[in-house]
């Protein structure tokens, strides 16, 4: 039987100085042996950028079944360096079913991270000096925008279907960047956005936007950790817009943002929000983007499996399940997708022939090289299927369809097996 025996997990499916410390370098450094751990997730790459007037490393994660013949969706995450490895593994736990399988890009935030996030330019911060450069997010979007993407895009097999995720200052400019280019990215995810940040200009600059712009198509995921006052454990997620004080303009911030865009239903945005009350800002990440990515891609979750899992159900029902759910991924990708990976079609195929339902199994090798038709595996195995109906000649032409795909020997054996039993 030719299908990848992974196939299986388809299916199983404050203001204080210690705060401000938190906002302005939430990363940790890393050690040498961690770093060597996140390079052996990928490629590291770098491009220089005339616009940032510097060299900008990307670290570059492919899906465990790579194929370079084959266009992902791709994920951008800021902070990368730190948050890609999170990232890869909840693709590992998650991708096929919950989420679609994507080339992920880390984007190095360790220099200038202040700068290239932050929405506005400051002095001070709490009535404090702030010495920081910063309000560069303009800059650092045009990066990306006009440099990055399409670097990324002319190098690796990735379709403009694109997801943004950024914690903290990056939550900061993930929400920027909704707001004044919605049209780059599908879907963006905020960890904990600093909202606070300069008297929550970026929060006043929203009101128009979140109530006059059409987002249809775009998601939004936001969380909120559970330190809403650094220094008073009376103040709770029930309490917490009650307070005045500075000590909670940073949770604050977040709700009054999810309130606003709650009330503008109207946009087409397909919004969620999460309070995390035992994480800190610190920790809120890992969940965050486990929580955001599943969210995120809800919609991609596989319908009527326990049709799909009975033999009883009928090939017309199973067509017009496989079929409505091709149209649901063409819909939100804006491209043709595989409704199913090529594994499960295979599997689905051989399992029927199993149960000598023979037109189920006919039509799960046919649907296979509909959708793979540069697989030489999907054209192998519908010879499988039709060797064993005694259709010897198609069986042939099917194999031979196989060997002008791969050039490989083993077909060229096949066929001169089957001219055999022909003979």
């Known amino acids: 039987m030719k299908y990848n025996k992974t196939i299986c997990t388809y299916f199983k499916l404050t203001l204080s100085l ?26 590291k790459d770098s491009l220089y950028s005339d616009i940032l007037k510097e060299t900008r490393i990307i670290y570059i994660d492919f899906p465990a079944d790579y194929n370079p013949n084959k266009q992902y969706p791709v994920a951008y995450i800021l902070d990368g360096k730190n948050f890609l490895p999170t990232l890869s593994n909840v693709q590992s736990f998650y991708s096929g079913g919950f989420t679609p399988e ?7 935030n360790s220099q200038n991270r202040t700068r290239d996030l932050t929405t506005s330019k400051i002095t001070e911060m709490y009535g404090m000096p702030y010495n920081f450069e910063s309000g560069e997010a303009e800059n650092f979007l045009k990066f990306i925008k006009k440099e990055l993407i399409p670097f990324i895009e002319s190098k690796y097999p990735v379709t403009n279907y694109r997801s943004l995720i950024g914690h903290s200052y990056a939550g900061l400019f993930t929400i920027y960047s909704l707001l004044n280019q919605p049209d780059l990215f599908s879907n963006y995810i905020a960890i904990d956005p600093s909202l606070d940040w300069d008297n929550q200009k970026l929060l006043t600059e929203a009101q128009e936007k979140i109530s006059g712009e059409n987002y249809s198509g ?4 936001i969380s909120l950790a559970g330190q809403l006052h650094m220094q008073n454990s009376n103040i709770t997620i029930d309490n917490v817009m009650q307070d005045e004080s500075d000590f909670t303009l940073f949770a604050r911030s977040n709700i009054a943002f999810s309130d606003l ?12 929000w999460k309070f995390y009350p035992n994480d800190i800002h610190g920790t809120i990440a890992f969940p965050s983007i486990m929580d955001g ?32 759910r091709e149209k649901k ?3 939100h990708f804006g491209y043709l997708e595989a409704p199913y990976p090529e594994d499960l079609l295979n599997m689905s195929g051989y399992m029927n022939m199993d149960m000598n ?6 039509m799960y090798f046919e649907l296979a090289i509909k959708y793979y038709p540069e697989s030489a595996n999907a054209y192998d195995s519908m010879a499988d299927f039709l ?17 002008e795909i791969s050039r490989d020997d083993v077909y060229k054996e096949r066929i001169n097996k089957l001219q055999k039993i022909k003979n």
């Not at 865009?261 to 969620?272: P, T």
């Open 102 to 108: 994507m080339i992920l890009v880390g984007i190095s």
């Open 357 to 362: 339902q023979i037109e189920k199994a006919r």
């Open 218 to 221: 775009k998601s939004l995921f």
């Open 293 to 324: 990515m599943v969210s995120t891609f809800k919609w991609y979750q596989m319908e009527n499996t326990d049709k799909i899992n009975s033999f009883e159900t009928s090939k017309e029902e199973l067509f017009n399940i496989i079929k409505y």
């Open 18 to 43: 210690v705060f401000i410390a938190f906002s302005l370098n939430p990363i940790k450094a890393q050690t040498q042996q961690e770093q060597k751990y996140l390079l052996e997730l990928g490629e």
């Open 387 to 403: 060797e064993a109906q005694g259709d010897i000649s198609n069986a042939i032409k099917s194999v031979q369809k196989a060997f």
């Open 261 to 272: 865009v709650k009330r503008n239903e109207q946009n087409g945005l397909n919004f969620s």
């Open 329 to 331: 991924l063409q819909s």
